[in-house]
């Protein structure tokens, strides 16, 4: 194999020389390096970014640098209405004394600032994204055009019903769709994230528990759970209660029990947990926390692991939400928007916020607001775009599709974790699902190896860091989250690279990393000396 | 289907070797037989790509847009201009496809954007400092006051009732958790009569806004001076394109700022996603809801930016926290950031007296109308609310036949502003007037408002 294709891993291509032997070294005896692509050379890793020249060594400047007074890009329609002037039109003492600096800038520059802007950032589009949690999958480009039909973004929010039925119905199907996933009885589209669906979740257990005349003031939650878990138990008005893992990684059965008590509203559970292990107790659990009256929550980040395999309703959950921009496809936005709809079972239906969709007999489409709803959570109907973005993924993968994503990811993950035994360590070394947790506890110990490190010398290797530092029961958590879209060859390639970053006994990861637009980054100045806008720049080195 | 997992047949069966399985359903031994599905989920296979966009297009075409219904509704959202760099540069994938900027190293492109917006929406508001976006104008609201009663230790609020109806909706649904008391101070002649705010409770929050719900401009003063008068937070509520010619809020003395950003660069969308605008002063930062972006250097002692005071957050403070936000609006932060700086100094400007033109224009034609009749006095900007001889609902409907859409039916019961759905009180219809409806588009409205309300 000496004309190896992939060829960019100097111990690979070592080892391959040597032994003749295709298989990716990652992983000795591994079959996959016998599948070959064409001529017999294995495909190289889409998925592995370091071809990308980020060009130059120099900052962008700021937009607010490139201002020249009197320039400018914008222009506007004609429209023939008559020209009264500032001062006509509004009343003096309200009229702003000066015009508000922003920037005077050429829609040339701005469009190559911006892109420039871009060009010093990481994406999906660009490699693999291993951030666990996160599900950073492929957005299919299909979706990005579905989101922008004209019909879908002219559509006045408070326009009449009548205006708007090819929305309400793809609405209604969306939620439909959900329902079935999630084997839930009813759903609201409005909350805008998965912190945002946790929170009407919760408004929604208080309600239930209203009316059935019971003040309950705690809320359980695993040691192993996303900050915004608790963070929604508070503003929710409960307290939270946290209940331990045990040494497999799961639910502290007994622990959870000696917490119960008709105290209690509920529990928040992801399922498979933050550790990618899926929580084999559940059934138990859920008889548990229903015995005492308490109800079950499904925080759905990581749902991806089971679509079309079990569903929260099948195990007991009464709530769920889902992250769209996780499961399906939502690109994340560098950050948002994304969209966290609310599922529920029969009982909790006539809380849900309103107004929901609703198909009428003959056809047509409706709001309707549920007798007992708690309210309303946004606006308008939720990030409705992110909604038809995801319906869109949905449609082109059907139910057969959406078996076959938990498939890849989950064989991506477990592919994963069996590479890197023995390099990393492995706390919950058990069959995991959609992602695992790796730790360098042992590495920090050997030669100062830690966790942030192994993510910044990731980088250089042309791959987004994986999640670290959580969740929190893990020391040096390393949490990695593949995603059924890297392909084999992009799987090896990421093993390969965090074999090499281990395997280094140079250091070289202090440096680390080197090749990005910036190196790392002074986060302590930043908090000591805030600088949040241009303007608190001024006389700031 | 499943077209985008890439996995061929030999490589599965390889990877599965490499586990020491033999099937794919074994990757599930894990899940409890009783809790597996049998047959799969209850849906339709999975369509090729071409068949999904034509399913797409279906629903797309049900709704009526564009030059078929002529857009004179606002109620915060609003029928602006968003220019071909602005729509392609929200494209870019870079953006698109990027996750929080958990590593600045790699994100200095999103970081240095957010950075820019932060600036902007800082100025508009006339405060120190801005965070990286909310979700929407209701969103901003909701964190506005959480801030303030964790600031007062008072969970009194008093909110204007000319505050978004829908705003104040969220705001109550979420007050069942945070136990916030919700006092709703009515309007007097189309603006907030402070003198009628009950005795009693003191409260920890004003909340205000400006323009308010009905389009009527109003003085921060005597908000001021309630919130003055019990050491309370003024929250200030405001629209970042009447902005471009009204005093900021942050100058008639608001400590917070809150506003939905959809009318730079993001279409009406049927509500979302939205942006949620918020800034404060500085002292307040450490209340700060959702990421703030800083700038800093790296180790070279370049320029760099980074999310910071992140001990704030969620994923730090856990249930202390303030605020749970975690996923935000970061794309459309970005897009209002290249929008504003698109239109620029003089083109924000110019923006707002466009509107605000468009509406004296189509507010005298539809007052000419007879019958029509203002709701409320006071002055007004960019929208405008006026009572029709007919239900609003009913004029609404007809005028879709027409071709417009109208407006939307606003209420007043007991002087504080109702849902559009709700039927309750003085009811009127609110007329919203953007840079883009021409003097021939704003003629016909009238014309046919005048035909649908004889
Ligand atoms: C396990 C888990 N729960 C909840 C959330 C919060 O979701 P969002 O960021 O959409 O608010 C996340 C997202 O990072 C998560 O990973």
């Excluded at chain 1, 990716?24 to 370091?50: F, Q, Y």
């Excluded at chain 2, 899940?31 to 849906?43: F, I, K, S, W």
């Excluded at chain 2, 400092?129 to 209701?138: F, K, T």
Aim: proline content about 7%; aromatic content about 6%.
């Amino acid at each position: 194999m000496s004309d190896n294709t992939t060829g960019t891993n100097t111990a690979a291509a070592t080892s391959t020389a040597e032994t003749g032997d295709t298989s990716v070294h990652s992983m000795d005896g591994t079959s996959l390096g016998d599948v070959t692509g064409v001529e017999g050379h294995r495909p190289a890793p889409g998925g592995k970014a370091t071809s990308v020249p980020l060009l130059g060594r120099d900052a962008e400047p700021a937009i607010f640098e490139m201002s020249s007074p009197g320039r400018h890009a914008h222009s506007f329609r004609t429209t023939q209405v008559p020209e009264w002037s500032a001062e006509e039109l509004v009343p003096a003492g309200h009229l702003r004394p000066e015009p508000l600096a922003l920037t005077e800038v050429s829609e040339r520059d701005l469009v190559a600032h911006v892109t420039r802007l871009t060009h010093r950032q990481y994406s999906v589009d660009l490699g693999a994204y291993p951030l666990g949690s996160c599900t950073m999958k492929y957005n299919p480009k299909l979706c990005d055009d579905a989101a922008a039909l004209p019909g879908l973004i002219g559509a006045h929010p408070a326009a009449p019903a009548s205006c708007t039925q090819g929305w309400m119905e793809l609405l209604c199907d969306l939620s439909d769709a959900l329902c079935e996933v999630t084997g839930m009885h009813a759903v609201t589209l409005q909350p805008p994230a998965g912190a945002a669906g946790e929170l009407t979740g919760l408004l929604l257990m208080r309600a239930y528990h209203a009316a059935q005349g019971s003040t309950r003031t705690k809320v359980i939650i695993p040691d192993s759970a996303h900050g915004t878990n608790p963070a929604s138990v508070t503003l929710g008005g409960y307290q939270t209660v946290t209940v331990p893992s045990d040494e497999r990684g799961l639910v502290d059965l007994d622990a959870l029990r000696a917490r119960l008590d008709t105290d209690v509203a509920g529990i928040m559970l992801t399922n498979p947990n933050t550790l990618g292990l899926f929580e084999e107790d559940i059934a138990e659990i859920a008889a548990a926390v229903h015995e005492v009256g308490g109800l079950l929550y499904y925080d759905g980040a990581n749902l991806n692991a089971i679509l079309g395999v079990t569903r929260p309703g099948d195990m007991g959950f009464d709530i769920v939400h889902m992250n769209l921009h996780k499961t399906f496809a939502v690109p994340h936005g560098g950050g948002g928007p994304g969209a966290g709809p609310v599922a529920v079972s029969q009982r909790l239906a006539e809380y849900l916020p309103g107004p929901l969709p609703q198909r009428e007999e003959d056809g047509s489409f409706t709001w309707r607001t549920p007798e007992q709803s708690i309210g309303r959570v946004h606006t308008w109907h939720g990030n409705s775009l992110a909604l038809a973005r995801a319906w869109s993924y949905i449609l082109a993968n059907g139910g057969d599709g959406l078996r076959r994503v938990a498939e890849g990811a989950v064989l991506n993950a477990n592919w994963l974790r069996h590479a890197l035994r023995g390099t990393y360590d492995l706390p919950y070394d058990r069959p995991n699902m959609h992602e695992f947790v790796a730790s360098t506890t042992s590495l920090k110990k050997g030669k100062g190896l830690r966790a942030l490190d192994v993510g910044k010398r990731l980088l250089e290797e042309g791959f987004h860091a994986p999640t670290v530092y959580f969740p929190l029961i893990v020391d040096e958590a390393l949490m990695i989250e593949p995603t059924e879209t890297e392909s084999p060859q992009t799987l090896a390639a990421l093993a390969d690279a965090l074999i090499d970053i281990a395997a280094d006994e140079e250091g070289a990861w202090k440096a680390a990393p080197r090749t990005t637009p910036v190196g790392r980054v002074d986060e302590a100045r930043a908090a000591r000396t805030l600088i949040p806008t241009w303007d608190a720049l001024d006389g700031q080195p | 289907m499943g077209h985008y997992v890439p996995h061929t047949d030999s490589e599965i069966a390889a990877m599965l070797a490499d586990i020491g399985l033999s099937s794919l359903d074994e990757l599930f031994d894990v899940v409890p037989a009783a809790l597996r599905l049998t047959g799969g989920l209850g849906m339709a296979d999975g369509l090729s790509e071409p068949d999904v966009l034509a399913e797409m297009e279906r629903y797309s075409e049900r709704n009526r847009v564009g030059a078929d219904l002529v857009c004179f509704a606002g109620a915060g959202a609003y029928d602006h201009e968003v220019p071909s760099a602005t729509k392609r540069l929200m494209m870019r994938t870079e953006f698109v496809t990027a996750y929080t900027p958990y590593q600045p190293e790699v994100a200095q492109g999103v970081l240095q954007a957010l950075f820019e917006y932060q600036t902007m929406v800082a100025r508009l508001s006339g405060l120190a400092v801005a965070n990286a976006s909310l979700y929407d104008g209701a969103s901003a609201l909701v964190e506005a006051v959480n801030l303030a009663v964790a600031e007062t230790r008072r969970p009194t609020v008093w909110v204007s009732g000319g505050v978004h109806p829908h705003w104040r909706a969220a705001l109550a649904t979420l007050a069942a958790g945070t136990g916030h008391r919700i006092v709703e101070i009515p309007l007097r002649d189309g603006v907030t009569d402070w003198d009628s705010a009950p005795d009693g409770e003191t409260p920890g929050a004003v909340v205000v806004a400006n323009p308010n719900y009905l389009g009527v401009i109003e003085d921060l003063a005597p908000a001021r001076a309630a919130a003055d008068r019990h050491a309370a937070l003024l929250l200030g509520g405001f629209d970042p394109v009447a902005a471009g010619l009204l005093r900021s809020p942050g100058a008639d003395g608001a400590d917070v700022a809150f506003g939905e950003g959809q009318p730079f660069g993001t279409p009406l969308s049927l509500g979302g996603p939205y942006l949620g605008l918020f800034a404060c002063r500085l002292d307040l930062v450490r209340r700060l809801p959702g990421r703030l972006v800083g700038r800093t250097v790296d180790v070279e002692g370049r320029p760099a930016y980074v999310t910071t005071l992140r001990a704030r957050e969620q994923d730090i403070r856990r249930e202390k926290a303030s605020s749970n936000v975690c996923t935000n609006q970061t794309l459309i932060a970005v897009g209002a950031m290249i929008q504003l700086a698109w239109l620029g100094t003089a083109g924000l400007r110019e923006l707002a007296l466009r509107c605000a033109r468009g509406t004296r224009y189509a507010r005298e034609a539809v007052l000419a109308i007879p019958g029509v009749a203002p709701l409320t006095g006071g002055p007004v900007l960019r929208e405008f609310a006026v009572k029709l001889p007919v239900d609003p609902a009913v004029a609404v409907d007809r005028m879709a036949e027409e071709g417009f859409l109208a407006g939307v039916p606003v209420g007043l019961r007991d002087g504080v502003t109702v849902a559009p759905d709700d039927p309750a009180g003085e009811r009127g219809l609110l007329v919203a007037v953007t840079e883009r409806r021409t003097r021939t588009e704003i003629d016909a409205y009238a014309a046919a408002l005048e035909k649908v309300v004889r």
